[in-house]
């Protein structure tokens, strides 16, 4: 038997391969485990976001996730906006979409500050907040404010912003 069951892991099969020279089949299921391991974060984390759990009590259990699981702060503050845009339903009136978004985000923004204190998941956050803003056209208008609400709340330095400042002007010009 190639792999007995005591030996069915992650490790031993990225072991096994490397050792083969076949580090592309290793990487594979590395990337595989992550998908999951991703996945099965995103569902707790909605179902959490759902009952309305204490914000320490989600940053408690993001913390030993990425801790267990090997995941870096870029990754987890992209499943997290997921996640927290998709908990509210959202009004169907334009004019209203950007006040109830401000709302929402202000309530979530100090879960997001916990998981945005490097430069890199700054930047992950503030182009994910792009992409949700530019694919929900009702809230175009709301990607600003968004934005100033995460610099006032979540303290980005202004480096991150400044580098965004063309991706937004580019982002504007598309309407």
């Not at 009952?51 to 997290?80: F, H, S, T, W």
């Not at 930047?123 to 792009?130: A, E, F, I, S």
């Not at 949700?132 to 404010?145: L, V």
Request: glycine letters at 2%.
């Amino acid at each position: 038997e190639l792999f007995p069951a005591n030996r069915q892991t992650v490790e031993h099969f990225s072991k096994y391969f490397t050792d083969a020279d076949l580090k592309e089949l290793s990487d594979f299921l590395r990337v595989q485990q992550s998908l999951g391991t991703r996945k099965e974060l995103q569902k707790e984390l909605q179902e959490r976001l759902s009952q309305e759990c204490p914000i320490k009590e989600i940053v408690v259990y993001l913390k030993e996730e990425m801790k267990r699981n090997d995941l870096q702060e870029p990754a987890v503050i992209g499943l997290l906006w997921t996640c927290v845009m998709n908990a509210v339903e959202w009004n169907k009136k334009e004019e209203l979409v950007a006040e109830q978004a401000l709302k929402h985000l202000k309530q979530y923004a100090p879960l997001l500050a916990v998981f945005s204190t490097q430069g890199h998941s700054e930047l992950v956050l503030l182009q994910k907040v792009q992409e949700y803003c530019y694919d929900n056209i009702h809230f175009m208008k709301a990607f600003q404010k968004i934005v100033v609400l995460f610099y006032k709340v979540c303290s980005f330095p202004l480096q991150s912003l400044g580098s965004q400042c063309e991706s937004q002007c580019n982002f504007l010009k598309g309407q």
